[in-house]
């Protein structure tokens, strides 16, 4: 059977750490790689050290130097180039594609979305964003597939993008990655390499406006208060965001800034040890498309305490206890009784681990696939 050939827009994960859309787009680029039924084509700007590129067909598309577009005039050349060899398929992976993107040299094209964050996010969008918003929300008829990640990410790309339901399919993302670490080897691990002793509650998001940090912090603040004999610190895993230093100041000024902690993005492997040495994991995210965290927690084996939001409900199930983002007092008292009550901890221990068994990178890759075939099947 002839092979099937994809060109994939793999810029997405060069020179970035493995979280969010560089996570989603590796874990689906390793997958297809071992399928001898893709002929697989990597596509991107610059030359890096990664070894997925030695495994594919690298393209590296014309470098132009510009003041301002130059990466846009590069895809431009790109597809010229490539005209007369057109790709079966060609797989942007974050709903950012330039002007004329449907000049690109391929029988289909697919986006994936995840949901509508660049519209949802409460920051102010440099003017690149704002123009890939137009395109995909104004001219995405030339789009044959809009993957999203959940049912509820499905409803944000219909009614910020405006994309016809039918064209939208969903891929759950993985969490297979992530195990139980008994929790003195994981709990030593972050001491001698984080300073941080246990106990302590867990975040895992960057410091932006939609993640609800300041929430979070307001709520531990508060925990603390009314249950003083919680001895638990808070641990904020995530970078630094644009118009943050607010978050950081209601630490900095809080009266318990001392067991309060901010942590830069870690390996996977310490971060599996951060999930499993923490006592519970708190998300109070506004707005999730999928909100991997959860699984990820889970499957280490920590109890999970998320929103009642957004894609949030859908992913977590009856595993975990959901409350109002908004809500610091109910928060406050859910982290206590969470932490107070052993029977319920263990009950949403095991609850969590067998849902996180639901969610898998293969079966991520193997809806992709499915999406893949059936677009060949239609015959374009």
Not at 18 to 38: M, S
Not at 121 to 137: E, T
Not at 325 to 345: C, T
Request: with cysteine; proline share 4%.
């Amino acid at each position: 059977m002839k092979k099937i050939k994809i060109a994939m827009m793999s810029y997405t994960i060069d020179n970035r750490p493995n979280k969010g859309t560089a996570l989603c787009a590796r874990k689906l680029i390793e997958n297809l790689l071992a399928d001898d039924r893709f002929e697989i084509y990597l596509v991107h700007y610059d030359k890096v050290n990664d070894p997925a590129y030695s495994r594919a067909s690298e393209i590296l598309m014309p470098k132009i130097k510009l003041p301002y577009g130059g990466r846009f005039v590069s895809q431009l050349l790109f597809f010229w180039k490539y005209r007369k060899n057109k790709f079966d398929i060609i797989h942007w992976f974050q709903p950012r594609v330039y002007p004329f993107y449907w000049l690109a040299p391929a029988k289909n094209i697919i986006v994936t979305a995840h949901a509508a964050g660049e519209y949802t996010a409460a920051v102010v969008l440099p003017l690149s964003n704002r123009i890939f918003r137009i395109v995909l929300k104004y001219f995405n008829k030339w789009v044959d597939v809009v993957i999203a990640d959940s049912e509820y990410g499905k409803k944000e790309i219909i009614q910020y993008y405006k994309i016809k339901p039918k064209k939208i399919k969903i891929t759950y993302l993985g969490g297979e990655d992530y195990k139980i670490i008994e929790k003195s080897i994981a709990c030593k691990l972050i001491v001698d390499k984080y300073k941080i002793k246990a106990p302590f509650i867990l975040d895992v998001a960057r410091l932006a406006p939609h993640k609800n940090i300041d929430t979070l912090i307001k709520a531990y603040i508060l925990m603390k208060e009314l249950f003083i004999e919680r001895k638990e610190k808070l641990v904020i895993v995530g970078s630094l965001f644009p118009g943050c230093e607010n978050i950081c100041e209601l630490a900095k000024n809080s009266k318990y800034k001392e067991d309060i902690f901010f942590v830069d993005f870690v390996k996977q492997e310490d971060l599996n040890a951060f999930y499993s040495a923490a006592e519970l994991f708190c998300f109070p995210s506004l707005n999730e498309g999928f909100g991997l965290p959860v699984v990820e927690a889970m499957a280490s084996g920590t109890p999970v305490i998320t929103s009642n939001v957004t894609s949030l409900p859908e992913v977590a199930g009856d595993a975990a206890i959901l409350v109002d983002p908004l809500n610091i007092e109910q928060i406050a008292h859910e982290m206590n009784k969470v932490l107070s009550d052993e029977k319920l901890r263990q009950n949403l221990i095991k609850r969590g681990l067998e849902r996180a068994k639901k969610f898998i990178w293969k079966e991520t890759a193997q809806k992709t696939k499915e999406i893949y075939f059936n677009l060949m099947k239609n015959g374009k």
